[in-house]
Protein backbone atom coordinates (compact mmCIF):
# COMPACT_ATOMS: atom_id res chain seq x y z
CA UNK A 1 0.00 0.00 0.00
CA UNK A 2 1.40 3.49 -0.86
CA UNK A 3 0.11 6.73 0.19
CA UNK A 4 1.07 10.27 -1.34
CA UNK A 5 0.11 13.56 -0.39
CA UNK A 6 0.50 17.05 -1.58
CA UNK A 7 0.13 20.43 -0.79
CA UNK A 8 -1.33 23.57 -2.96
CA UNK A 9 -3.77 25.19 -4.11
CA UNK A 10 -6.45 22.63 -5.35
CA UNK A 11 -9.55 23.32 -7.99
CA UNK A 12 -11.65 20.51 -9.23
CA UNK A 13 -15.60 20.51 -9.25
CA UNK A 14 -18.32 18.39 -7.99
CA UNK A 15 -20.92 19.95 -10.80
CA UNK A 16 -21.52 21.73 -13.75
CA UNK A 17 -20.89 25.63 -12.44
CA UNK A 18 -23.34 26.67 -15.31
CA UNK A 19 -26.34 24.49 -14.14
CA UNK A 20 -25.48 24.59 -10.17
CA UNK A 21 -25.23 27.09 -7.66
CA UNK A 22 -25.39 24.15 -5.06
CA UNK A 23 -22.50 24.44 -2.25
CA UNK A 24 -19.83 22.13 -3.39
CA UNK A 25 -20.28 22.78 -7.16
CA UNK A 26 -16.98 24.38 -7.23
CA UNK A 27 -14.22 23.20 -4.87
CA UNK A 28 -11.28 25.36 -4.10
CA UNK A 29 -8.59 25.26 -1.55
CA UNK A 30 -6.59 27.94 -0.91
CA UNK A 31 -4.14 25.64 1.13
CA UNK A 32 -5.49 22.12 0.49
CA UNK A 33 -3.99 18.29 0.48
CA UNK A 34 -4.55 16.07 -2.04
CA UNK A 35 -3.99 12.37 -1.07
CA UNK A 36 -3.38 9.13 -3.15
CA UNK A 37 -3.26 5.34 -2.29
CA UNK A 38 -2.51 3.34 -4.67
CA UNK A 39 -3.16 6.04 -7.87
CA UNK A 40 -6.58 6.52 -6.24
CA UNK A 41 -7.82 9.55 -4.26
CA UNK A 42 -8.00 8.73 -0.60
CA UNK A 43 -9.15 12.82 0.20
CA UNK A 44 -8.60 16.19 -0.50
CA UNK A 45 -9.46 18.50 2.03
CA UNK A 46 -7.65 21.29 4.25
CA UNK A 47 -4.13 20.74 6.33
CA UNK A 48 -6.42 21.07 9.32
CA UNK A 49 -8.89 18.31 8.56
CA UNK A 50 -6.19 15.40 7.07
CA UNK A 51 -3.62 16.34 10.26
CA UNK A 52 -4.37 12.62 11.43
CA UNK A 53 -4.31 10.83 7.93
CA UNK A 54 -1.20 12.71 7.07
CA UNK A 55 0.87 12.79 10.19
CA UNK A 56 4.03 11.12 9.26
CA UNK A 57 3.66 10.93 5.45
CA UNK A 58 5.76 12.97 3.44
CA UNK A 59 3.46 15.74 2.10
CA UNK A 60 5.13 17.46 -0.87
CA UNK A 61 4.55 21.07 -0.41
CA UNK A 62 4.16 22.76 -3.70
CA UNK A 63 3.87 26.43 -3.02
CA UNK A 64 2.70 28.63 -6.27
CA UNK A 65 0.84 25.50 -7.62
CA UNK A 66 -2.64 24.85 -7.99
CA UNK A 67 -3.75 21.14 -8.69
CA UNK A 68 -6.49 20.71 -10.90
CA UNK A 69 -7.51 17.11 -12.75
CA UNK A 70 -6.05 16.09 -15.64
CA UNK A 71 -7.08 18.00 -18.79
CA UNK A 72 -9.82 16.16 -21.05
CA UNK A 73 -9.28 16.74 -24.78
CA UNK A 74 -13.13 15.72 -25.96
CA UNK A 75 -11.58 15.74 -30.13
CA UNK A 76 -8.83 15.24 -31.69
CA UNK A 77 -6.87 13.72 -34.66
CA UNK A 78 -3.19 11.99 -33.61
CA UNK A 79 -2.02 11.72 -37.37
CA UNK A 80 -2.74 15.73 -37.86
CA UNK A 81 -0.03 16.74 -35.25
CA UNK A 82 2.60 16.84 -38.24
CA UNK A 83 0.40 18.89 -40.44
CA UNK A 84 -1.13 21.57 -37.45
CA UNK A 85 -0.94 25.33 -39.04
CA UNK A 86 -1.07 24.41 -42.93
CA UNK A 87 -2.23 27.71 -44.79
CA UNK A 88 -4.51 29.37 -46.07
CA UNK A 89 -7.67 26.61 -46.67
CA UNK A 90 -11.34 26.31 -45.30
CA UNK A 91 -12.32 22.98 -44.02
CA UNK A 92 -13.24 20.59 -47.24
CA UNK A 93 -10.10 22.04 -49.01
CA UNK A 94 -7.96 22.17 -45.82
CA UNK A 95 -9.07 18.26 -45.69
CA UNK A 96 -7.56 17.43 -49.23
CA UNK A 97 -4.75 20.05 -49.03
CA UNK A 98 -3.70 18.56 -45.43
CA UNK A 99 -5.37 16.18 -43.35
CA UNK A 100 -5.79 13.80 -45.94
CA UNK A 101 -2.40 13.30 -47.40
CA UNK A 102 -1.19 13.13 -43.69
CA UNK A 103 -3.21 10.24 -42.78
CA UNK A 104 -2.14 8.45 -45.85
CA UNK A 105 1.18 9.34 -44.87
CA UNK A 106 0.76 6.08 -42.42
CA UNK A 107 -0.78 3.78 -44.73
CA UNK A 108 1.71 1.38 -44.85
CA UNK A 109 3.96 2.39 -42.49
CA UNK A 110 3.35 0.81 -38.50
CA UNK A 111 6.80 2.20 -37.56
CA UNK A 112 5.72 5.57 -38.27
CA UNK A 113 2.54 5.47 -37.38
CA UNK A 114 3.91 4.06 -33.58
CA UNK A 115 6.36 7.16 -33.64
CA UNK A 116 3.39 9.67 -34.05
CA UNK A 117 1.34 8.06 -31.34
CA UNK A 118 4.40 8.44 -28.78
CA UNK A 119 5.02 11.66 -30.03
CA UNK A 120 1.01 12.67 -29.53
CA UNK A 121 0.76 10.70 -26.17
CA UNK A 122 4.04 12.67 -24.88
CA UNK A 123 2.53 16.21 -26.32
CA UNK A 124 -0.62 15.57 -24.36
CA UNK A 125 0.76 14.67 -21.18
CA UNK A 126 3.86 17.62 -21.73
CA UNK A 127 0.38 19.99 -22.13
CA UNK A 128 -1.48 18.34 -19.06
CA UNK A 129 -4.05 16.18 -21.05
CA UNK A 130 -4.51 13.10 -19.13
CA UNK A 131 -7.06 11.55 -21.63
CA UNK A 132 -8.93 12.28 -24.88
CA UNK A 133 -11.22 10.53 -27.47
CA UNK A 134 -8.53 10.32 -30.54
CA UNK A 135 -9.06 9.67 -34.54
CA UNK A 136 -6.87 7.69 -35.50
CA UNK A 137 -6.93 6.89 -39.82
CA UNK A 138 -8.83 3.94 -41.75
CA UNK A 139 -6.01 2.04 -41.17
CA UNK A 140 -6.62 -0.83 -38.12
CA UNK A 141 -2.61 -0.22 -37.55
CA UNK A 142 -2.47 3.17 -36.62
CA UNK A 143 -5.52 2.37 -33.74
CA UNK A 144 -2.86 -0.66 -32.70
CA UNK A 145 -0.41 1.83 -32.48
CA UNK A 146 -1.77 4.56 -30.84
CA UNK A 147 -3.60 2.13 -28.37
CA UNK A 148 -0.65 0.63 -27.64
CA UNK A 149 1.43 3.24 -26.71
CA UNK A 150 -1.77 4.77 -24.62
CA UNK A 151 -1.58 1.14 -22.42
CA UNK A 152 2.41 1.90 -22.18
CA UNK A 153 1.65 5.14 -20.63
CA UNK A 154 -1.62 3.58 -18.87
CA UNK A 155 -3.37 6.72 -20.15
CA UNK A 156 -7.47 6.40 -20.05
CA UNK A 157 -7.96 6.71 -23.74
CA UNK A 158 -11.05 6.53 -26.53
CA UNK A 159 -10.31 5.88 -30.49
CA UNK A 160 -11.25 4.19 -33.15
CA UNK A 161 -10.96 3.04 -36.55
CA UNK A 162 -12.06 6.08 -39.02
CA UNK A 163 -14.77 4.75 -41.10
CA UNK A 164 -14.86 6.70 -45.02
CA UNK A 165 -15.97 4.91 -47.77
CA UNK A 166 -17.18 7.23 -50.25
CA UNK A 167 -15.80 10.84 -51.88
CA UNK A 168 -12.28 10.42 -50.29
CA UNK A 169 -9.03 9.62 -51.73
CA UNK A 170 -9.16 6.01 -52.54
CA UNK A 171 -5.59 5.41 -50.44
CA UNK A 172 -7.88 5.97 -47.69
CA UNK A 173 -11.16 4.59 -48.41
CA UNK A 174 -12.66 1.53 -46.56
CA UNK A 175 -15.63 -0.29 -47.42
CA UNK A 176 -18.89 -0.64 -45.47
CA UNK A 177 -18.36 -4.32 -44.80
CA UNK A 178 -14.19 -4.23 -43.84
CA UNK A 179 -14.75 -1.18 -41.44
CA UNK A 180 -17.34 -3.52 -39.71
CA UNK A 181 -15.18 -5.94 -39.46
CA UNK A 182 -12.02 -4.24 -38.45
CA UNK A 183 -13.68 -2.31 -36.02
CA UNK A 184 -15.22 -5.05 -34.49
CA UNK A 185 -12.19 -7.19 -34.23
CA UNK A 186 -10.38 -3.89 -32.24
CA UNK A 187 -13.24 -3.36 -30.04
CA UNK A 188 -12.23 -7.32 -29.47
CA UNK A 189 -8.92 -6.75 -28.88
CA UNK A 190 -8.63 -3.47 -26.99
CA UNK A 191 -11.98 -2.30 -25.49
CA UNK A 192 -11.58 -2.35 -21.88
CA UNK A 193 -7.64 -3.40 -21.99
CA UNK A 194 -5.71 -1.33 -19.33
CA UNK A 195 -7.72 1.93 -19.40
CA UNK A 196 -8.85 1.94 -22.87
CA UNK A 197 -12.54 2.92 -24.39
CA UNK A 198 -13.43 2.01 -28.24
CA UNK A 199 -15.30 4.86 -30.03
CA UNK A 200 -17.33 3.66 -33.56
CA UNK A 201 -15.65 6.51 -35.49
CA UNK A 202 -17.66 7.51 -38.99
CA UNK A 203 -15.67 10.54 -40.50
CA UNK A 204 -18.88 11.86 -41.06
CA UNK A 205 -21.46 12.58 -43.35
CA UNK A 206 -19.97 13.30 -46.25
CA UNK A 207 -17.33 9.95 -45.99
CA UNK A 208 -19.63 7.56 -45.49
CA UNK A 209 -22.34 5.69 -47.31
CA UNK A 210 -25.98 4.92 -45.67
CA UNK A 211 -24.69 1.63 -45.76
CA UNK A 212 -21.48 2.23 -43.64
CA UNK A 213 -23.80 4.59 -41.38
CA UNK A 214 -26.27 1.66 -40.88
CA UNK A 215 -23.13 -0.82 -40.14
CA UNK A 216 -22.17 1.65 -37.40
CA UNK A 217 -25.33 1.39 -36.22
CA UNK A 218 -25.32 -1.63 -35.37
CA UNK A 219 -21.86 -2.03 -34.35
CA UNK A 220 -23.50 0.40 -31.58
CA UNK A 221 -25.64 -1.94 -30.64
CA UNK A 222 -23.86 -5.04 -30.38
CA UNK A 223 -21.35 -3.23 -27.98
CA UNK A 224 -23.49 -0.91 -25.94
CA UNK A 225 -20.28 0.45 -23.78
CA UNK A 226 -18.53 1.85 -27.15
CA UNK A 227 -18.85 5.69 -27.88
CA UNK A 228 -19.99 7.11 -31.58
CA UNK A 229 -17.30 10.28 -32.69
CA UNK A 230 -18.05 12.21 -35.44
CA UNK A 231 -18.01 15.26 -36.68
CA UNK A 232 -21.19 17.37 -36.84
CA UNK A 233 -22.23 20.97 -38.40
CA UNK A 234 -18.75 22.41 -38.93
CA UNK A 235 -18.46 24.42 -42.09
CA UNK A 236 -21.75 26.09 -44.39
CA UNK A 237 -20.57 24.03 -47.40
CA UNK A 238 -20.43 20.69 -45.50
CA UNK A 239 -23.53 21.69 -44.02
CA UNK A 240 -25.17 22.25 -47.94
CA UNK A 241 -23.28 19.12 -48.96
CA UNK A 242 -24.74 16.35 -46.58
CA UNK A 243 -27.67 17.89 -47.25
CA UNK A 244 -27.41 16.99 -51.02
CA UNK A 245 -26.08 13.58 -50.47
CA UNK A 246 -28.83 12.61 -48.06
CA UNK A 247 -32.02 14.79 -49.34
CA UNK A 248 -34.39 11.86 -47.39
CA UNK A 249 -32.92 13.44 -44.22
CA UNK A 250 -34.13 16.48 -42.66
CA UNK A 251 -30.70 18.19 -41.70
CA UNK A 252 -27.36 17.00 -41.29
CA UNK A 253 -27.76 15.36 -37.49
CA UNK A 254 -31.37 13.69 -39.03
CA UNK A 255 -28.41 11.22 -41.32
CA UNK A 256 -27.16 10.09 -38.50
CA UNK A 257 -30.23 9.87 -36.43
CA UNK A 258 -31.57 7.44 -39.13
CA UNK A 259 -28.76 5.23 -38.60
CA UNK A 260 -29.06 4.87 -35.33
CA UNK A 261 -26.34 7.17 -34.27
CA UNK A 262 -28.08 9.59 -31.85
CA UNK A 263 -27.57 8.34 -28.85
CA UNK A 264 -26.23 8.89 -25.47
CA UNK A 265 -22.96 8.07 -25.44
CA UNK A 266 -22.46 9.77 -28.49
CA UNK A 267 -20.00 12.77 -29.15
CA UNK A 268 -20.30 15.33 -31.91
CA UNK A 269 -17.29 17.35 -32.88
CA UNK A 270 -17.96 21.18 -33.67
CA UNK A 271 -21.59 21.61 -33.82
CA UNK A 272 -21.15 25.01 -34.96
CA UNK A 273 -24.36 25.79 -36.93
CA UNK A 274 -27.34 23.70 -35.32
CA UNK A 275 -30.69 24.42 -36.22
CA UNK A 276 -32.48 24.59 -33.21
CA UNK A 277 -34.15 21.44 -34.21
CA UNK A 278 -30.97 19.52 -34.27
CA UNK A 279 -30.03 21.09 -30.45
CA UNK A 280 -33.50 19.86 -28.74
CA UNK A 281 -32.62 15.97 -30.52
CA UNK A 282 -28.95 16.66 -29.30
CA UNK A 283 -30.01 17.70 -26.05
CA UNK A 284 -33.22 14.69 -26.18
CA UNK A 285 -30.58 12.11 -26.64
CA UNK A 286 -28.44 13.23 -23.83
CA UNK A 287 -25.60 13.24 -26.61
CA UNK A 288 -22.51 15.22 -26.31
CA UNK A 289 -20.97 18.27 -28.09
CA UNK A 290 -16.87 18.76 -28.36
CA UNK A 291 -16.51 22.70 -28.68
CA UNK A 292 -13.35 23.19 -30.46
CA UNK A 293 -12.99 26.96 -30.59
CA UNK A 294 -9.34 27.23 -32.12
CA UNK A 295 -10.35 24.76 -35.02
CA UNK A 296 -13.57 26.69 -34.93
CA UNK A 297 -11.61 30.18 -35.94
CA UNK A 298 -8.78 28.62 -37.62
CA UNK A 299 -10.68 27.41 -40.70
CA UNK A 300 -13.04 30.06 -40.19
CA UNK A 301 -15.82 27.58 -39.65
CA UNK A 302 -17.79 29.96 -37.00
CA UNK A 303 -18.76 30.41 -33.58
CA UNK A 304 -20.40 27.83 -31.59
CA UNK A 305 -23.19 29.08 -29.73
CA UNK A 306 -22.11 28.16 -26.06
CA UNK A 307 -25.03 29.72 -24.55
CA UNK A 308 -27.63 27.78 -26.68
CA UNK A 309 -26.09 24.71 -26.12
CA UNK A 310 -25.83 25.15 -21.93
CA UNK A 311 -29.53 26.26 -21.84
CA UNK A 312 -30.61 23.32 -23.74
CA UNK A 313 -28.76 21.43 -21.10
CA UNK A 314 -25.99 19.74 -23.37
CA UNK A 315 -23.02 17.73 -21.84
CA UNK A 316 -20.10 20.14 -23.51
CA UNK A 317 -16.24 19.18 -23.72
CA UNK A 318 -13.41 20.65 -24.93
CA UNK A 319 -11.54 19.45 -28.37
CA UNK A 320 -8.61 20.85 -29.89
CA UNK A 321 -9.14 19.21 -32.67
CA UNK A 322 -5.30 19.23 -33.71
CA UNK A 323 -4.39 19.53 -36.57
CA UNK A 324 -6.99 21.62 -37.65
CA UNK A 325 -7.08 23.27 -34.30
CA UNK A 326 -3.65 24.99 -33.34
CA UNK A 327 -2.27 23.62 -30.16
CA UNK A 328 -2.38 20.74 -28.06
CA UNK A 329 -2.77 23.18 -24.89
CA UNK A 330 -5.88 23.13 -22.95
CA UNK A 331 -5.24 26.88 -21.72
CA UNK A 332 -4.78 27.82 -25.72
CA UNK A 333 -8.81 25.84 -26.43
CA UNK A 334 -10.34 27.38 -23.01
CA UNK A 335 -8.39 30.95 -24.07
CA UNK A 336 -9.90 31.15 -27.53
CA UNK A 337 -12.75 29.43 -26.50
CA UNK A 338 -13.75 32.62 -23.92
CA UNK A 339 -13.13 34.77 -27.32
CA UNK A 340 -15.37 33.07 -29.24
CA UNK A 341 -18.02 33.38 -26.48
CA UNK A 342 -16.94 37.17 -26.63
CA UNK A 343 -17.89 37.80 -30.12
CA UNK A 344 -21.33 36.01 -29.56
CA UNK A 345 -21.85 38.30 -26.43
CA UNK A 346 -21.33 35.40 -24.24
CA UNK A 347 -19.58 34.97 -21.32
CA UNK A 348 -16.77 31.40 -20.67
CA UNK A 349 -16.44 32.12 -17.22
CA UNK A 350 -12.58 30.42 -15.85
CA UNK A 351 -15.12 28.34 -13.72
CA UNK A 352 -17.54 27.10 -16.88
CA UNK A 353 -13.79 26.36 -18.29
CA UNK A 354 -12.42 24.36 -16.29
CA UNK A 355 -15.15 22.73 -15.25
CA UNK A 356 -15.51 21.66 -19.54
CA UNK A 357 -11.80 20.95 -19.37
CA UNK A 358 -11.90 18.45 -16.92
CA UNK A 359 -15.02 17.01 -15.39
CA UNK A 360 -17.31 18.32 -18.36
CA UNK A 361 -15.14 16.28 -20.55
CA UNK A 362 -15.13 13.72 -18.82
CA UNK A 363 -18.59 13.45 -18.60
CA UNK A 364 -19.04 13.96 -22.48
CA UNK A 365 -16.64 10.76 -23.21
CA UNK A 366 -18.50 8.62 -20.10
CA UNK A 367 -15.34 8.28 -18.12
CA UNK A 368 -16.41 10.74 -15.19
CA UNK A 369 -17.06 7.35 -12.87
CA UNK A 370 -13.03 7.16 -13.32
CA UNK A 371 -11.88 10.57 -13.87
CA UNK A 372 -12.33 14.42 -14.00
CA UNK A 373 -12.56 14.99 -10.21
CA UNK A 374 -10.96 14.13 -7.39
CA UNK A 375 -13.88 12.48 -5.64
CA UNK A 376 -12.72 9.62 -3.40
CA UNK A 377 -11.83 6.66 -5.20
CA UNK A 378 -11.46 7.48 -8.49
CA UNK A 379 -8.13 7.58 -10.54
CA UNK A 380 -5.69 10.09 -9.70
CA UNK A 381 -4.99 12.05 -12.89
CA UNK A 382 -3.75 15.01 -11.48
CA UNK A 383 -1.62 18.37 -12.72
CA UNK A 384 0.67 20.17 -10.78
CA UNK A 385 0.22 23.80 -12.87
CA UNK A 386 3.14 26.42 -11.53
CA UNK A 387 1.26 29.96 -10.49
CA UNK A 388 4.73 31.52 -11.61
CA UNK A 389 5.85 29.77 -14.54
CA UNK A 390 6.57 33.39 -16.87
CA UNK A 391 7.85 36.95 -15.15
CA UNK A 392 4.79 37.90 -16.68
CA UNK A 393 2.14 35.21 -14.91
CA UNK A 394 4.44 35.83 -11.92
CA UNK A 395 3.88 39.78 -12.11
CA UNK A 396 -0.25 39.41 -12.92
CA UNK A 397 -1.24 36.25 -10.70
CA UNK A 398 0.50 37.70 -7.97
CA UNK A 399 -1.47 40.95 -8.35
CA UNK A 400 -4.82 39.27 -8.59
CA UNK A 401 -7.15 39.84 -5.44
CA UNK A 402 -9.94 36.65 -5.90
CA UNK A 403 -8.99 33.31 -7.02
CA UNK A 404 -11.71 33.17 -9.71
CA UNK A 405 -9.71 36.83 -11.32
CA UNK A 406 -5.90 34.32 -10.31
CA UNK A 407 -7.78 31.45 -12.68
CA UNK A 408 -8.81 33.89 -15.55
CA UNK A 409 -5.24 35.29 -15.84
CA UNK A 410 -3.53 31.63 -15.58
CA UNK A 411 -6.63 30.52 -18.49
CA UNK A 412 -5.67 33.25 -20.47
CA UNK A 413 -1.53 33.34 -19.98
CA UNK A 414 -0.95 29.61 -19.20
CA UNK A 415 0.11 27.12 -21.76
CA UNK A 416 2.74 24.25 -21.38
CA UNK A 417 5.24 26.52 -19.31
CA UNK A 418 2.66 26.07 -16.82
CA UNK A 419 2.16 22.34 -16.62
CA UNK A 420 4.81 21.84 -13.86
CA UNK A 421 3.92 17.88 -13.48
CA UNK A 422 1.40 15.44 -14.86
CA UNK A 423 0.42 12.56 -12.95
CA UNK A 424 -1.59 9.10 -14.44
CA UNK A 425 -3.15 6.96 -12.42
CA UNK A 426 -1.04 8.58 -9.42
CA UNK A 427 2.08 8.38 -11.08
CA UNK A 428 4.60 11.09 -12.14
CA UNK A 429 4.41 10.97 -16.26
CA UNK A 430 5.30 14.43 -17.06
CA UNK A 431 7.97 16.74 -15.21
CA UNK A 432 8.68 19.67 -16.82
CA UNK A 433 11.35 20.64 -14.92
CA UNK A 434 13.59 16.77 -14.93
N1 LIG B 1 -14.55 16.82 -40.74
C1 LIG B 1 -14.25 15.62 -41.27
N2 LIG B 1 -12.96 15.30 -41.06
C2 LIG B 1 -12.42 16.31 -40.36
C3 LIG B 1 -11.12 16.56 -39.84
O1 LIG B 1 -10.19 15.77 -39.97
N3 LIG B 1 -10.96 17.74 -39.19
C4 LIG B 1 -11.97 18.62 -39.01
N4 LIG B 1 -11.74 19.74 -38.35
N5 LIG B 1 -13.19 18.41 -39.51
C5 LIG B 1 -13.42 17.27 -40.16
ZN1 LIG C 1 -12.03 16.87 -36.08
Redo the contacts with the bound molecule.
Keep these: MSITAWRSKILHFNGDPAHSDEPGTIMVYDDGILVIEDGHILAVDTPEALADMTRGLNVQHLPDSLIVPGFVDAHV?YP?VDIIGGYGEH?LHW?DRY?FPAEIGLMNFKDRAKDTASFFLDELLRNGTTSALV?ATTYAHTVDALFGKALKRNMRLISGKVMMDTHAPPELMDTAQSSYEDSKSLIGKWRGKGRLGYAVTP??ALTSSPEQLELAGRLLKENPDVLLHT?LC?NQQEIARAGALFPEARDYLDVYKRAGLLTDRSVFAHCVHLSDDERNDLAKANAAIAFCPT?NLF?GSGLFDMSAAQQAGMTIGFGS?VG?GTSLSSFATMNEGYKVAQMRAQSLSPYDAFYMATLGGARALHIDKHVGNFTVGKEADFLVLDLAATPLMTRRLGKASTFEEMLFALMILGDDRAVRRTYVAGKLAHDRDA
Design positions: HQLLAFRFHESLDA
